[in-house]
């Protein structure tokens, strides 16, 4: 599987930094990605297991720890790429040196079968022969690859699920440790607000509260149970006094601050802007929240001297070094783990959390602490997916041929995670007396498949293709990686452009699509997803049937879905088809619960999700304000998967996020004849669109 | 001031305010992490339990109203053996994170029992209907709705 360098096997170049074989009858095997809930823990042991031939049972996955492997975020669907090839690849070379080492034993060929090697009356297996075998030597990624038993490539049941089916501990939520004490953060009433007067003396005196801690503006409640520390919050909210903010922007309004305000602009891709474009549009979409059932939680432990944070984390590398740039502390003695939290699509406050953490564990050296924010501040102080604004442009010959394409997109960066700013980029330590506020978000680097400009760059031939990112450079409401980043309503722009010009030529979405796609994957699930949903045939009164399609950043999975909507009273998407293709599946069972997960959640933003701010305080805040796709509402998904066992293996978590968006937005003018370009797409952009002369 | 609760067929007593929810005498008194905080405001399902066989959100159910009751959590449950809505969840994979699926079980284990004392296998509208107030950001539903009818059907 040659390839671009593998970047994890720069970081931890030896076959020791992934595998370790010192405990008799197990594998260990070394991840910097985090199990999300994606399932890559159980994909990384199916490739390690049936790279060695050991049963799965007997190989262990050890969560990220800033004392193994630096493998930076578990982000942009790289976990299969990144930590499975650098295990792929050590246990490829592992297997090697175990195998050079029996035949010298044996003094001749042997067989390996469930991790022994045989020859005639002898064996030996891999745990009697780690005394002897130096793994401490550097992965050569380039060794033929042996014959294996076939588990990659099998769907494989998720070793974590059944403990969370079952209520057996398994969340950072569920851990105890003697001694622990329980605070909550009680926040500001909005942004730019700061504490002018407080009254702690009933709340630090009531049952179980340890203390309350004032720092600037952060606030904290220390209790000797959760709830205590829960009700203390409550209590302290209403004695504290705040200065009013000065924020004026609202989220009816933002659309005219990205494309007003100073920005920072860079070029994707060199075209020049088409001279006659027969087709201009704006597409925009709003600021969207993680929104997980399970509000972020850490816990830390200061000893004096180690400070050890236990975090559901993307990143324990990137997330040690702004605990240790806030507090002032060398990052050698701070520690951090990963431990399974709620689900996580992009960076959430679990970072936030941990410092919340770590920032009270130092005021109580010796006593573990677990914080574990509010439903409200989850939705109402987490960084969100920024808003964005498209603008796109197509020019076509007399054929209907595209022949030029413009995109220029504005937003705030999709990037503020930790470690990549000019400083820390943890909501406390914003809020802290010296703290310094969070810079503005940046983008990934083009390498690292941009943000704002993630797949702003049709996958079509359509000519020359220009394309600019312009980078808002104030960030009113903090804006972060959210799965797909840009890639969401840059596809949804793309597809939707793409549909009205197939319209506007008067030739079908599909067959149009078709004739600008030259790349054999990305025909291949189009006409997947077309035949799966018997495209072509008559459809009942009200209903509307549409496509999107994307190849994932241009460098990932290859994805179709077509969407069926019935459109009445209201907008109700009764299916989607599906056709993935990402390479070399590993567990087919998990591509599956990924791309159908990525499409429920993306029908969710699409059809309802909004994050409601004004004079910098977040409204939907609350379920209620934030409403999200539920069962009654959550269609029937079908799912082509074209396993390619030839290829290399792609990430599948992102990969369905923008293709469902456009489809529905495609079906939704199938049937109602209008067309609505800002999302989210509910009844009232409906009636918007409607009524809007340029639709 | 000191409540009486059985859970799980033990009985406890809890010194705890009137007004503390179930949901934290279950996670912060008696161990039992297996329920899930997710809103407070019985908005997400996630604390779900059992409240003499019915489910109910243990988040905004208050001591003094749960005292003298039999509680029942997901640990409870596996503990009979799991029930098949576990089983089913399990083999149908079911999940992604799974924050949401002990609630999910405690009401689809509720939902289950009484459709087998009728004899009669779950429909999908029904299922839907019954979960329409827990949330899942995974977008497992699918898969969850399915494994619910299957365990209807054992």
Redesign the interface.
Known sequence: MAGPVNPSLISAPLISSWLDFSYPGIVLARTGKSE????IDTALIQVVADTLSVDSSRVRVLPPDTDGPDEAFTAGSLSVQHSGGALLASAVHARRLFDAAARERAGGDVVLNEGTFTQGEESFSYWDLADIVDLAVPVDPLLSHPETTGLIGQSS??V???D????????L??M?IDGMVFARIVRPPSRGAHLIKSDTAGVAAAPDVVDVLIDGDFVAVVAQ???AA?RGAEDLAGRLAWSGSDETLDDEHIAEFLTGVETQDSPISGGSLPESASHTARYTRPFISH?????SCAIALDDGEELSVWSHTQGVFPLRRDIARALGRDEGVVRVAHV??????GHNPADDVAYDAALIATRFPGRPVQV?W??EDELGWAPFGPAMVVDLAAETDTTGRITGWSWDGYGNGHSSRPSTLPSPSLLSFAQQQDGIAIPPSSDPPLASGEGTGRNAVPGYSVGAVRAVAHRALEMPIRASALRSLGAYVNVFAIESHMDDLARMNGVDPVEYRLRHLDDERGRAVVEAAAAASSWGDALPPDHGRGIGYARYKGTGAWCAVVAEVEAISEVRVTSLWIAVDCGRVINP?GVR??I??????SL?WTLKERVRFAAGRVSSN???DYP?????E?P??HITLIDRPEQPWLGSGEASMGPTAAAVGNALTDALGVRVRDLPLTPDAIVAALESPTS | MDHDVTVNGSQHRVATADTTPLLWVLRDSLGLTGTRYGCGAGSCGACTVWVDGQPTHSCDTPMWSAAGHEITTVEGLTERGPHPVQTELIDGQAGQCGYCLSGIVMRSAALVDRARDQGRVLTGPEVREALDGHLCRCGAHNRIVAAVIRASEA
Do not use: H, M
Not at chain 1, 291 to 295: D, V
């Open positions: 999300l809930g994606q399932g049941a998720r974590d699920l059944a969370k089916v079952l209520g057996a501990p398994r969340y939520q569920d105890r149970t959760e709830i829960i929104a997980s059932i399970g509000p399974e939290g709620a689900g996580c699509y574990t509010s439903r069972d619960n990924q159908e997960g990525g499409a429920v959640q969710s609350t379920w209620e999200i796709l539920r069962f009654t959550v029937a998904v």
